[in-house]
């Protein structure tokens, strides 16, 4: 792997890092909102859908919290690549 970046593609690094931890935040939170309304909300909607519904929300959950593992190391490893680039870009000044 090259490591010849440029500050605009170590500003875009920065920028997708960003979105990263912002999405997977907002993921966790809003999957962890729905599941609280979700149970609040099944008592009064109790019929076959619902019951397909919450299965379809169970299956989900395994799928996101793998994936929300997964990123933290990507998330970190990106910070260590930005670090490690930000370190060359200075010794070039």
């Known amino acids: 792997m090259s490591h010849d970046i440029n500050l605009k593609d170590l500003d875009s690094l920065i920028r997708f890092r960003e979105h990263l931890v912002h999405f997977n935040a907002t993921l ?23 019951h397909a519904f919450e299965r379809e929300l169970d299956e989900l959950w395994p799928g996101i919290r793998r994936y929300l593992e997964a990123t933290n190391d990507h998330e970190a490893h990106l910070r260590r690549l930005i670090e490690l680039f930000e370190a060359v870009a200075q010794t070039r000044l």
């Open 28 to 50: 966790k939170d809003e999957f962890g909102s729905m599941r609280s309304h979700w149970n609040e909300t099944r008592q009064i909607w109790n019929d076959e859908k619902s």
